[in-house]
């Protein structure tokens, strides 16, 4: 019997976004990765050629392994990984079923610079509450699972970006900002290419809570009032963040997964 296991295209793509994501890392050739410059949502490109150096990080984990046909490469990483601890899958068909199934692609050229332990690093506003959390939830959850987030007064925001290398977001003059009526979430998702009805509506939540056009979405009514609640149960950006960060777990499998349940108190009392 095959000791190989996988995990299908459709299978991983319902784990992404999710906080028991496995960890995803991407072994292509860097001659795969230039003829095409996406990565999947989520991932990690590590090389086979130093492998015994990182593999230990992951020891006790689950890992899905991706190179472009899921073959050699994928399969010889994820037997070597076993060897560290590691739960390791590898993706069925590689980068190229994933690309063939036409699901969420991230281009390369829109990430910021990673850091010397593989981490991107981000810089924003201090005392976060709606798009300052929603943001790093999406980067964490879709993009960087490691990625650091830095909160700093307001005037300081771009020149901690230069000094430390970051990516500065949701301010005025940078990139990562509000374009017209959308938001900074919104924007991110769009220059990511994180397309899901899920995320699509997340997004409008999002939107109208932060932009006080709680019209455009019945659910963004109570987004202000569970965000405001955190910034006051904690003192501490980074904790606040952590805290925040479920609450946008539950408001986003509840639009991809719960949206036709209702909720009413049963009486269950006897027909007279």
Known sequence: MSTISSIAPDKLA???GTPKCPAI???RLE???TANPYIVPGTLRQSHTNLTQWAGGFAGRSMVV???KGLKLSQGVAAWV????VTAEVLEGGFEAWRAAKLPLIPVAKLPPRDPQGRTVWVTRERPKIDRIACPWLIRRFVDPSAVFLFVGSNQVEAVAENFNAAPFDIERV???HRGEKCTFDVMIDELGLTSDALARLALIVRAADTARLDL???SHGLPAASLGLSRMYSDDNEQLEAGLTLYDAFYRW???ATGESHNWPTNKPKS
């Open 66 to 68: 991706i190179c472009q």
């Open 217 to 219: 979405a019945p659910e």
């Open 31 to 33: 001659e795969d990765l």
């Open 255 to 257: 639009r991809r997964d």
């Open 82 to 85: 076993r060897l560290a601890g």
């Open 25 to 27: 890392i991407d072994v």
């Open 14 to 16: 319902r784990l992404v």
């Open 175 to 177: 990139f990562w900002s």
